[in-house]
């Protein structure tokens, strides 16, 4: 239990910090007009009898504005590389030449945008609710601190410290509403 507001602060920055940091991975995820590796990331193969992050199994780079090269480091595993690249829902159609595969990625299409966008609108919404819950644990704390028989606040310490946690609240609350503006933005481009 934080014995004061600076305690309280740095612990709730901590967890909205990893909130954001959630979104902006799943926001990498989302593919938008260029090539970027992060599209890839999400991707699990089925390797060696598990089930491996695509990173674990092959180098992933950018060849060109809208093409993806995956290097695979084991001929035994380009296979279900190609087929997981292709299963992923990514609209992807790999391409193998030997240990590598290209990736090329299609222009996308309006329809494909909007989903795009209400995907992104998604994850932003979840990690507000995340923020919500770490603000809804810093309340409780609060309370928790006010009743406390060896170290009790004061009415106007439960006022400040309640007014300090939704104020940081806000704060990432915005930066989570730029963020989702930002990034359809950048899916809306053509």
Do not use: C
């Not at 996308?108 to 998604?122: F, M, S, V």
């Amino acid at each position: 239990m934080p014995a004061d507001l600076k305690t309280l602060k740095q612990d709730l920055t901590r967890r909205m910090d990893g909130a954001i940091e959630m979104l902006k991975k799943e926001f990498s995820g989302l593919r938008t007009g260029r090539a970027s590796p992060a599209l890839l990331e999400p991707i699990r193969v089925e390797a060696y009898g598990n089930n491996q992050p695509l990173n674990q199994v092959a180098n992933v780079s950018v060849s060109g504005p809208g093409l993806l090269s995956v290097q695979v480091w084991d001929k035994s595993v380009v296979k279900a590389v190609e087929i997981a690249i292709r299963d992923s829902g990514l609209g992807l159609n790999p391409q193998t030449e030997g240990q590598v595969i290209r990736v090329p990625l299609p222009p996308l299409t309006q329809e494909r945008r909007n989903e795009l966008i209400k995907t992104a609108g998604k994850y932003a919404e979840s990690a507000k609710v995340a923020i919500r819950g770490v603000r809804r644990d810093g309340m409780e704390q609060v309370k928790a601190q006010e009743k406390d028989k060896k170290a009790p606040i004061s009415q106007d310490d439960v006022k400040h410290w309640s007014d300090e946690v939704q104020k940081l609240t806000d704060q990432y609350i915005k930066q989570i509403d730029s963020t989702l503006a930002e990034k359809e933005k950048d899916i809306r481009q053509v």
